[in-house]
């Protein structure tokens, strides 16, 4: 039977209201990356002997380090780790508690009661609301951004409060404007520093803020850190836990997809207050049955071995630079970010004395169908578009080399703005 035809069957009228109930699967919304990957898919038909150059991409472009996919060969290979890790191996869970110490000088992080690892942020996302989260709470959540903390939220009955990360205030969240009522109803407040998809990087000042005035009202902070480890031009990594009493309100999701080119590895961790830990590893461990040990071990290693993150944020860094040049020479106003490999710029109003750009997702559409440039809309606080430094390129001739065809691309279109 075909979907349709299953459509007519009592399976359609059993799927629960969270994913649409009875009108599951047919609703005709496209979701922006579904377009996207509809236009790319277009365009290299319409075009199919020019490269398309993908600025969209949110994940990293290289392998693992070497000793990382040696470490796993060879963990791989004993038969001591075939089994079920749970809520993971004590070597992964120290190594963590070292990390945050060495990188982000986290003192006093127990690796037994304060740090769990987990398979991917995403999961750890996916859990964590249904650990607070009862019918009628809030979580706030800021936008443009990750949604899942969201999602999950209104899964479990709850309700979701958005903060706009805009331009004038460096796209932190602004706490004040926050309304009483949803401050004191709210159980969990999201965040992402570096952000994505503005690139942005908090402060001392902005965190301790943070915890101030999540002890007011009483809400656990979950940030969300994937990124904090790729940062440039003299900003030292900054995690939300070195803050002092930031561990009394909240916990930090660290990911070693992004900063050690591990994405399809599923390895991470939270960290921070035990108890939200400790009740994390209860949901969790109703959900998964831990990640593979060899993976485990080999992360340690990484963990043991930042330089291997900096030498990946040198290239980054290289790329941004590059990239922000070439299209302020074209007359944008994109700015370098100081973290993540996310460049974030806002869009055209069109161009002169041609097509008008209504939306991020307007002139993002226009840059993969007419030049053959992919990138990522976002209309949720002012018309942006995401660019990504993580395109593939063999080291850095071919590097400048992307970067001279998409000047050479853009040259002949005057954007007006």
């Known amino acids: 039977m075909s979907i349709e035809q299953y459509q007519q069957t009592y399976i359609q009228n059993s799927f629960a209201d969270r994913i649409g109930g009875s009108n599951y699967g047919k609703d005709t919304a496209i979701y922006k990356f579904e377009k996207i990957k509809r236009a790319k898919a277009q365009a290299k038909?319409?075009?199919p002997d020019v490269e398309l150059i993908d600025l969209g991409v949110g994940e990293p472009d290289e392998m693992a380090d070497a000793g990382i996919v040696a470490k796993l060969a060879e963990e791989a290979a004993k038969p001591e780790n075939?089994?079920?890790a749970d809520n993971?191996?004590?070597e992964f869970k120290e190594a963590a508690a070292k990390y945050l110490k060495e990188v982000f000088n986290v003192d006093g992080i127990d690796p037994q009661t304060e740090v769990l690892h987990s398979i991917g942020s995403k999961p750890a996302l996916a859990m964590l609301p249904s650990v607070f989260i009862n019918p009628g709470d809030v979580t706030i959540i800021t936008v443009p951004g990750y949604p899942v903390l969201g999602t999950h939220t209104k899964y479990l009955g709850g309700e979701v409060y958005t903060i706009e990360l805009k331009k004038e205030n460096n796209f932190l969240p602004?706490?004040?404007?926050?309304?009483?009522?949803?401050?004191q109803r709210a159980k969990l407040i999201y965040l992402n520093y570096p952000?994505?998809?503005t690139g942005a990087s908090a402060t001392v000042e902005f965190f301790t803020e943070v915890v101030e005035w999540a002890k007011k009202y009483d809400?656990?902070?979950?940030?969300?850190?994937?990124?904090?480890?790729?940062?440039?031009?003299?900003l030292k990594p900054l995690s939300f836990l070195s803050i002092p009493g930031a561990k009394d309100v909240g916990v930090e999701l660290h990911s070693l997809s992004k900063s050690y080119n591990m994405t399809g590895w599923r390895i991470g961790f939270i960290a921070g207050n035990p108890l939200v830990v400790k009740a994390f590893g209860d949901v969790k461990d109703n959900n998964d049955s831990g990640q593979f040990i060899a993976i485990q071990k080999a992360a340690a290693y990484g963990l043991a071995h930042p330089e291997i993150t900096e030498k990946i944020a040198e290239k980054y860094s290289r790329r941004h630079d590059m990239l922000v040049?070439?299209?302020?020479e074209l007359g944008f106003q994109a700015e370098k970010p100081k973290g993540s490999f996310f460049l974030y710029v806002e869009a055209p109003k069109g161009i002169k004395g041609g097509v008008r750009f209504n939306s991020g997702e307007d002139f993002s559409q226009f840059l993969i169908r007419e030049k053959l440039i992919?990138?990522?809309?976002w209309d949720d606080a002012g018309s942006f578009v995401r660019f990504s430094v993580t395109f593939e390129a063999k080291g850095q001739e071919d590097e400048k080399r992307v970067i001279a065809e998409i000047k050479r691309r853009l040259s002949d279109v005057e954007f007006e703005f």
Do not use: C, M, Q, W
């Open 45 to 47: 038909k319409d075009f």
């Open 82 to 84: 075939r089994g079920y």
């Open 88 to 90: 993971g191996i004590p």
């Open 174 to 183: 602004d706490l004040k404007s926050i309304p009483e009522d949803i401050a």
């Open 195 to 197: 952000n994505n998809p």
């Open 219 to 234: 809400i656990v902070v979950v940030h969300d850190a994937p990124y904090a480890a790729l940062t440039y031009d003299g």
């Open 325 to 328: 040049a070439v299209l302020n």
């Open 374 to 377: 992919s990138t990522v809309p």
